[in-house]
């Protein structure tokens, strides 16, 4: 079956940009600058926190990868660039290249920004914890609002293995000086003593639950965003909860789940035998699902062009609405309850729970 409508998004649709800066930030991480020629910086236009995703075909085979993007979105019109804060991964193909390889005039194909771990710039209190190189798009989040609403104000909890291994040091020292009165910065260090007065160890859920009261009035903060590792996003949300922060307030962005601490997918219930139908960029096409085998996974067998980037359940890059029919997810780190409710699903961790099922990756 074939249908076509109107619309025309074309989500999995990657473009190629010239790498115009690859800049050390630390001894294993980098901030890779790609120019936007001015027919895609419409395509190209963020809120601060999106990412962009990478792909990579070497030795026959195709690796795509997340990347938040770390500059701040300071004028109307669409950015003539973007830049990622890239950090090497133990066996990450992407990041190894990146940072060994990866040169100024090199071209890398980029999927335009997406993700709903977002700041758009308002009045109000904003507060984020972050660990490692979660800090990136909290960086663009802090920068743009700072810099575009005197009404404002953010304080930025972070934490860090070592002041060597940190990434942004500057550039938030650089938001610390320039607006003292409406950014807050606290830096924790957990491998390094600091001096005296300032936060050392680890920012555990116990740790932030007696912390943050000393800081900031919670209850008058109006968004929190949590970006890092599974654990400590995990224990301060838990933190958050505990203070009777609302849900509703709280935004999380989880970067390396497979770190051992995240819970393991749930793969319970019978194979069922279901027919897919999906939408894509106005196209529909369906197609037996095979035992076993993701949504995702069916519609890239027939659709090479649709979205994904991790398949993981992280980067919500395979976003789609579930029309009809149910589905079972493995795991979700990227989807916010209301959007759940709202009925999408990611498509990267969907089985059948029914024997017809239909997406559309276009709403
Ligand atoms: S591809 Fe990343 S969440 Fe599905």
């Known amino acids: ?9 074309h989500h999995g649709a990657f473009h190629p940009l010239r790498v115009t800066a690859v ?23 963020y ?33 003539e660039a973007v830049q990622v804060g890239v950090r090497l991964v133990d066996g990450g193909e992407f990041s190894t290249y990146a940072l060994k390889e990866l040169a100024v005039g090199d071209v890398v194909e980029v999927l335009p920004p997406a993700g709903r771990f977002t700041l758009a710039p308002r009045a109000g209190s904003f507060a984020a914890i972050v660990g490692g190189s979660g800090i990136t798009p909290v960086l663009s989040m802090a920068a743009t609002l700072l810099a575009t609403r005197p009404d404002a104000r953010f304080c930025l909890i972070r934490s860090d293995r070592t002041a060597a291994s940190t990434m942004f040091l500057e550039e938030v020292a650089d938001l610390k000086d320039r ?25 555990d859920q116990e740790r932030l639950a007696t912390l943050l009261p000393t800081l900031l009035s919670v209850e008058s ?38 770190d051992g601490a ?23 096409g369906s197609w037996p699902v095979e035992d076993g085998e993701t949504l995702l996974d069916s519609v890239l067998r027939h659709r090479a062009d649709a979205p994904y980037a991790c398949k ?5 890059t395979c976003r789609a609405f579930l029309v009809s029919g149910e589905v079972r997810m493995d795991r979700n780190f990227a989807l916010e309850p209301d959007e759940v409710e709202a009925g999408y699903v990611l498509a990267c961790q969907s089985h059948p729970a029914g024997e017809e099922v239909e997406l559309d990756f276009d709403r």
């Open 1 to 9: 079956m074939a249908r076509t409508s109107t619309a025309a998004v």
């Open 23 to 45: 800049d050390r930030l630390t001894a294993d991480a980098v901030a890779v600058t790609f120019a936007v020629p001015p027919e895609l910086r419409e395509t190209f236009r």
């Open 47 to 79: 809120t601060p926190g999106q990412h962009i995703a990478v792909r990579r075909v070497a030795n026959g085979s195709e690796v795509r990868r997340t990347y938040s993007i770390c500059t701040p979105v300071l004028g109307a019109e669409g950015p």
């Open 179 to 203: 607006w003292p009165d409406r950014f807050q910065l606290v830096s924790v260090l957990s491998r390094e003593d600091q001096q005296a007065g300032l936060v050392s160890g680890r920012l």
């Open 221 to 258: 903060v109006d968004g929190w965003f949590l970006c890092g590792p599974y654990g400590l996003v995990q224990g301060a949300e838990q933190a958050l909860r505990a203070l009777g922060v609302p849900r509703g307030r709280v935004h999380q962005e989880i970067f390396h789940v497979d």
């Open 262 to 284: 995240s819970p393991a997918p749930s793969r319970s219930g019978p194979p069922v035998h279901a027919t897919l139908t999906a939408t894509l960029d106005g196209r529909s």
């Open 312 to 316: 993981g359940g992280v980067c919500g």
